[in-house]
């Protein structure tokens, strides 16, 4: 049995690299120091995590992100701290010795292997949309989803349906947690983003690996040490925010200066992730210190959450002269009519007066 | 013509409960927010036209002035009257100074503040003019504190207190929360609550737009028309002038 400490060794990685790469995992998570001991302790004798990981309806985006995770080669992730099994884009195998390998991997390592989806279901129509070795992709995720210890939903098509989930649909993608029956969505733990940040990605699957069950989650079944906070709160121009200086246009002095990026559509103020604390390309930078506002992409629905760059906190509207003309026409008659009804009556009243 | 998908955005709310506070923000400031605009207008222009229907006294007596003259040196220095009558003022010195600067105050950061200033170049087109955060601050503080005083100096006179009913204290509560959740939402960091917090400030502004027109706070609409009939009033006759 092969652990992740010996993978690192036969790989000519000293014992250094090795508590580098679990103090790294450990910070991550914002484990305590007493935690990283343990951390240190599992991967040093636990054996490599067996992976089956499904492509769904896809861009294989989130495959890319995670084979660039900042603190380990591709080549490391995928062969030596994990036991890929199965993974259509990156394995080697193909068609029916492909399918065989998932099997095998599902049948020995029943309730112990980790699952990890990437792109949304699509079980519309008998399931023709997205099909895989003659099978639609909903009855390969509901095949590979029984037995599994843990369901990974990395990326928003999985977690949410994402951009095949947008407005209108066409081919009805749906989320995995939609897609499982209830009794496997405690299993679930969604990571979000388009892609989300391979770090984020690894140090799930390493938690789980060390802790053996899922890891502390949020409402939306999301890891709250990566989505516990807001990209604004914790964003290094968000003293600008505070101060109310912002960036009108892309290239004004406000965006030169690193003013706040709120005005130009920032959804960072309602998005979960970690991009401003772990950032990218191994801590380099995010969207927002590249100058590009955040587009909340680890949100639910984002791309049928309003224009990109519409400010969050402006109305969800483009017709309001038809709305202040309809209410000034309809005030208008109503008032009109019910002064000339109440005079109308007043008068009739006084009429009777005179009258009687 | 009947707005379709404004209808179907708003038939949203019967899933409310489920919502997620994303979506939930996206529905007040979207068809919710449409909806309490076309209440606000509709319910201020029918007061108006229903005040106007009823129609102007004829006044028979001969002008000693102006009566234009008067409408609008009234409409001009109305506000400014109260600081000659100095036994008046010397009584309610702070009822007026909090008055003042409350209205002041809270018309400014409607209008004048940066985090406001997208809100209606939206609705308007235009980019207006805004105040730094320092300014800004000044104003929200400012009119939450003299808000705060106006409503204590109701209980403390016998006479405002007896005339202040549910609808001025559901006005000046309505009016404090609107303004405390919008500081909140301006300085909320962490816990990732910013979506709630920023839903709340809304929806109290969309409710405030909502209450207008049915409360005496259209005082604001009709101010203007009121003193401007009196200036006129005044211009023909009066034991004033």
């Known amino acids: 049995m092969e652990t992740l400490y010996d993978s690192f060794r036969n790989h000519g990685l ?14 991550y998570l914002g484990l305590s120091p007493m935690a990283y001991a343990k951390m240190v302790k599992e991967l040093d004798s636990k054996p490599k995590p067996t992976v089956i990981w499904l492509e769904l309806q896809d861009c294989a985006g989130c495959s890319e992100s995670f084979i660039r995770s900042s603190n380990i080669l591709p080549t490391e992730v995928l062969f030596d ?9 990156l394995m080697s195998a193909s068609g029916k010795s492909a399918e065989e390998a998932k099997e095998e991997a599902i049948k020995n390592n029943k309730c112990d292997y980790i699952l990890v989806v990437e792109g949304s279901v699509t079980p519309k129509d008998s399931g023709v949309y997205c099909t895989v070795g003659g099978k639609s992709n909903y009855d390969s995720l509901l095949e590979a989803s029984k037995y599994a210890g843990a369901i990974i939903c990395v990326g928003s098509c999985s977690s949410w349906g994402g951009l095949p989930h947008a407005n209108p649909n066409p081919t009805g993608a ?12 405690e299993k679930i733990i969604h990571i979000p983003g388009c892609p989300p940040i391979a770090d984020v990605m690894l140090s799930v699957i390493m938690q789980y690996l060390v802790e053996g069950k899922i890891p502390k989650l949020d409402n939306l079944r999301r890891p709250v040490a990566f989505y516990g906070q807001s990209i604004h709160d914790s964003c290094y121009r968000r003293a600008f925010y505070n101060a109310g200086e912002f960036a009108k246009s892309f290239d004004d002095d406000g965006a030169k200066n690193g003013h706040c990026l709120y005005e ?30 955040c587009f909340g992409c680890s949100e639910p629905n984002f791309w049928d959450n309003g224009h990109i760059y519409e400010p969050l906190a402006s109305p969800n509207s483009d017709s309001f002269n038809k709305t202040v003309g309809a209410g000034i026409v309809a005030g208008v008659g109503a008032g009109v009519i019910a002064g000339a009804v109440s005079k109308w009556s007043a008068k009739k009243a006084q009429q009777e007066n005179k009258n009687g | 013509m009947v707005d379709i998908n404004f209808f179907q955005e708003l038939s949203q709310i019967s899933n409310i409960a489920s919502m997620s506070d994303v979506e939930l923000l996206n529905f007040i400031k979207g068809p919710l927010f449409t909806l309490s605009l076309f209440i606000f207008i509709f319910g201020l222009i029918y007061k108006f036209f229903r005040i106007f229907m009823l129609g102007i006294p004829t006044n028979k007596a001969k002008p000693k002035g102006s009566p234009f003259a008067s409408t609008i040196k009234m409409l001009l220095l109305k506000p400014l009257y109260v600081f000659g009558f100095k036994d008046v003022l010397s009584k309610r010195t702070v009822t007026f100074i909090a008055g003042f600067l409350f209205h002041i105050f809270f018309l400014l950061l409607i209008f004048f503040i940066p985090w406001h200033e997208f809100v209606w170049e939206k609705i308007l087109g235009i980019e207006l003019f805004y105040f730094n955060a320092t300014i800004s601050n000044i104003l929200a503080y400012g009119a939450v504190v003299s808000l705060v005083i106006l409503w204590l100096s109701r209980f403390a006179n016998p006479v405002t207190r007896l005339l202040s009913g549910k609808d001025e204290h559901f006005a000046n509560f309505l009016i404090l929360l609107v303004l405390i959740s919008g500081i909140v939402a301006n300085k909320w960091a962490g816990e990732a609550n910013y979506p709630t917090v920023l839903s709340s400030h809304i929806l109290l502004a969309e409710i405030l737009l909502i209450y207008i027109p049915f409360s005496r706070l259209s005082h604001f609409m009709t101010y203007f028309v009121s003193v401007a009939l009196y200036g006129r009033s005044i211009g023909i006759s009066g034991a004033r002038e």
């Open chain 1, 81 to 89: 701290l994990i036991n890929l099994q199965y993974h259509e884009t």
């Open chain 1, 264 to 293: 130009l559509g920032c959804k960072g103020p309602v998005t979960r992730n970690a991009c401003s604390t772990i950032r990218w390309n191994g801590g380099l930078s995010f969207p927002i210190q590249s100058g590009h506002p």
């Open chain 1, 174 to 185: 749906i989320s995995v947690e939609e897609a499982l029956p209830p009794s496997d969505r």
């Open chain 1, 14 to 27: 000293s014992r250094r690299d090795f508590l580098k790469f679990a103090t790294s995992i450990a910070i």
